[in-house]
Structure formats: C-alpha cells, structure tokens
C-alpha cells in the first residue's frame, strides 16, 4: 500500500471519527433535554468546536502517522542492510513520500467530488430552509454534507490509487 492511500485511510478514520463524535454528543444532548431544537447558539458552538476538534485531530494524527511512516521505512531499511547509513534511510523515506503528477490529478479529481457533496449539502440546507426546517437543520445538513465530502473524497483517493485514472 502505497503512501497516499495510507494517508487517506487515516484521514477517512479521522474524519468518520470526528463525526460520530459530533452526532454522539449532540444527540445525547439533545435527548436528555439539556438542548432545546430552537438553541442556535448551542448548535453553532457545538459545530465550531468540532471544527477546531477536527483541526486539531486531524494535524496531530497525521504528525504521528508520519513518524510511524519514518520509523517504518527506517526499521525495513536496517533489516535489508545493517551497513545502511542515516542518510540512505533519509533518502528513502523522501522518495516514499515523494508526490508526482498521478498523484496531483488523483487529488484534483477527488477533490472534486468533495466539493460536489459539500455543495450539494449546501443546496439541500437552503431547500430545507425553503421548507420552512428549523435553522439547526440547515446548519446539521451544512456541518454532515461538508463532513461527508471531505470522507467521501478519501474514499474516491483510493478508488483512484487502486483502479486508475483514465485520461479519456
């Protein structure tokens, strides 16, 4: 499994993870009362703070991935060759790491249909406004539709990494 995928598998998991959490919290709020519907204050709090959890979250994981990544590349270089210098095993976890123009179009095109679902979530919390929802709908279908997008265009990374682009 190559680097990038690896990379969107933990960002799907983060991402999945912070969401569940939102909707945990929030509904268990919800159901015991503490929260009235009409509470845009507390929904608006709510979703900003999962936002920064999310930052946060999200930063930190990676940082740490990228040291077990390192320590991993490390560890399979010194088991092949004991002799291999630091500097070897440096140059190897840059190529590991390296990004080319596959990769630059896998982005783009994935980054594209997170766009389309956070937009799509977008309009769908307009029309619910339409409706005559309450605005803690639209702002739930605003905060889930940009959260899905942005697992949804991990998932489209590994479908692209595994089954190819076409260029057609």
Known sequence: MSYQEKKSIISIVTGLLILAAYFTYTYTKYQSGVVIEGDLKF??????????????????????????????????????????????????????????????LIELKSSM??????????????????????????LNIMFASFSIGSILEGFTQLYFYRKGINHG
């Not at 900003?48 to 990228?66: C, E, M, R, W």
């Not at 490390?74 to 990769?103: N, P």
């Not at 799509?120 to 929802?133: E, Q, R």
Request: aromatic share 8%; with cysteine; glycine share 6%.
């Open 113 to 138: 249909v997170g766009f389309g679902v956070a937009g799509a979530g977008f309009m769908l919390s307009l029309v619910a406004i339409v409706f005559n929802y309450s605005p803690v709908v639209m």
């Open 43 to 104: 929904w608006a709090t709510s979703i900003l703070v999962f936002i920064g959890i999310g930052i946060v979250a999200t930063i930190i994981i990676q940082i740490i991935f990228h040291i077990l990544l390192s320590v991993a590349i490390a560890v399979q270089a010194k088991v092949k060759d004991e002799s291999c210098d630091d500097k070897e095993i440096e140059k190897t976890i840059e190529l590991e790491m390296v990004s080319d123009e596959m990769d630059k």
